[in-house]
């Protein structure tokens, strides 16, 4: 009678531990994931991201990541003003401008040293130095964006601003298709966009962008909501130190031969053309940025009426020190 009453109650007990086990599942869902965003799917934005997803990075610092490329800056710029996404890749300017359009940004890290964008022209044109430009039609891709202004400090400088006319083309593809047919003269755009017609010997760099630029200067960069640094400080610190570990592992021995295999995967480049885009590359290993860097591009886009000198949160508000390991 003892034992019977036993297994009862053992029984009742199992049926009870059943009907918890209904009411609070072990097979949680996972917490939701961070949304990192990129404002293009370039080599210099998807290494560190894919880096950190494939090599394990972002579980070995807690984070459960979520890589959302968009199309264009502003389409980035618009997830974070609508709170879609409050950390992710860009550029310093844009981060300068959507902060002086009341977007809640502040730059958290650097994420490469190296301006890329250069003025591109054909090769058997009659353009063979800066000074030639004279009387030539370049194209960008709108007017205001970050290629029409980077031609303008480059004519401004070349005491051409006079004599040189900027075309909007609409976007890339189509600024790269008149400069083939020869209705502008030149373009302003980085080397990924342009490298098979370089080696196919129909285009050259007329000139370096960064040569005209006031050094030192922000390029890309990582960018953060404000209320993601001041609700998970600790989330951005984390994001962070795995960035900068992944820039590590891309810019290793170890991890050059995956960052050419996954650029050929995502781009469709020949071996050469990867590893001529992989050599321009200079992945910020510390995450440093210097103030007179955001300083000299804050004043690079108040001179050339980018942002309004009024509307532009001033430089210590811009970009933080306090996540950099």
């Given at each position: 009678m003892v034992r019977t009453r036993l297994t009862l109650m053992a029984v009742?007990?199992?049926?009870?531990?059943f009907a918890l086990l209904s009411l609070f599942p072990s097979d949680l869902p996972a917490a939701?994931?961070?949304k990192y965003g990129s404002s293009v799917k370039s080599p210099t934005f998807y290494l560190p991201i894919l880096a950190a997803e494939e090599k394990g990075i972002w579980k070995q610092n807690g984070l459960n990541v979520e890589w959302v490329p968009f199309k264009s800056g502003g389409a980035h710029y618009r997830a974070f003003a609508a709170g879609a996404t409050k950390i992710g890749a860009s550029m310093t300017a844009a981060d300068i401008r959507s902060a002086a359009r009341g977007v809640p940004v502040v730059i958290v890290s650097n994420l490469q040293v190296k301006d890329e964008f250069a003025l591109w022209v054909l090769t058997k044109s009659r353009f063979n130095k800066p000074g030639d430009l004279k009387g030539a039609k370049i194209g960008v891709s709108r007017y205001g964006g970050t290629e029409h202004s980077y031609g303008q400090v480059v004519i401004k400088q070349l005491g051409l601003i006079e004599d040189v006319k900027f075309v909007s083309t609409g976007g890339t593809r189509e600024s790269v298709?008149?400069?083939?047919?020869?209705k502008i003269d030149g373009v302003v755009l980085s080397p990924r966009q342009l490298i098979r017609?370089?080696?196919?010997?129909?285009?050259?760099e007329l000139l370096y962008v960064r040569h005209y630029l006031p050094q030192p200067w922000g390029s890309h960069v990582v960018v953060a909501h404000k209320d993601l640094i001041r609700a998970e400080p600790n989330t951005v610190k984390a994001v962070v130190r795995?960035?900068?570990q992944a820039n590590r592992f891309v810019e290793s021995k170890q991890g050059e031969p995956w960052a050419l295999a996954k650029m050929m995967e995502m781009n469709r480049y020949s071996d050469k053309e990867a590893k001529i885009i992989y050599d321009g590359m200079e992945f910020s290993l510390d995450g440093k940025l210097k103030r007179k860097a955001v300083e000299n591009v804050r004043a690079f886009l108040i001179e050339y009426g980018l942002v309004k000198a009024n509307e532009t949160p001033p430089v210590d508000e811009l970009f933080?020190?306090?996540?950099i390991p």
């Open positions: 009742l007990l199992a049926l009870l531990g939701e994931k961070l298709a008149v400069l083939t047919t020869g017609l370089k080696l196919q010997g129909r285009i050259k795995s960035i900068l933080t020190v306090r996540f």
